[in-house]
């Protein structure tokens, strides 16, 4: 189980692989699978969370894509590093916006 805050660390100034970011957490993973001799296809991802505790800003052709909610950019990262690693992603339940009202 990977559970990451942030989609990908900016600098890298050591080989440590922090669980709190969705890069490391798949590096850590592959580098795992290999030492277990499991091909990758053989998992199967299940994807939860990417949710905005916030109220979503209105999005503008002004708007930098750095701006977007921290969650929205975790779903995209889970989506595209599995995809990269070959890995099957058999369920996603995510991105979900909590209404304070």
């Known amino acids: ?4 805050a942030l989609p990908s660390r900016f600098e890298r100034h050591d080989d440590r692989l922090p669980p709190r ?3 490391d957490c798949m590096t850590s993973f592959e580098q795992s699978a290999k030492r277990h001799n499991t091909p990758l296809s053989k998992f199967q991802a299940k994807i939860f969370g990417g949710g905005n505790m916030c109220e979503k800003q209105p999005v ?3 708007s ?14 889970a ?9 099957p992603i058999h ?3 995510v991105g979900d916006f909590a209404n304070a009202a």
């Open 60 to 62: 503008t052709e002004d």
């Open 64 to 77: 930098l894509v750095s701006l977007r909610p921290v969650g929205e950019k975790n779903v995209e990262a």
């Open 21 to 23: 970011f969705a890069d």
């Open 91 to 93: 369920v996603a339940h």
């Open 1 to 4: 189980m990977c559970h990451y």
């Open 79 to 87: 989506f595209e590093l599995l995809s990269q690693l070959s890995v």
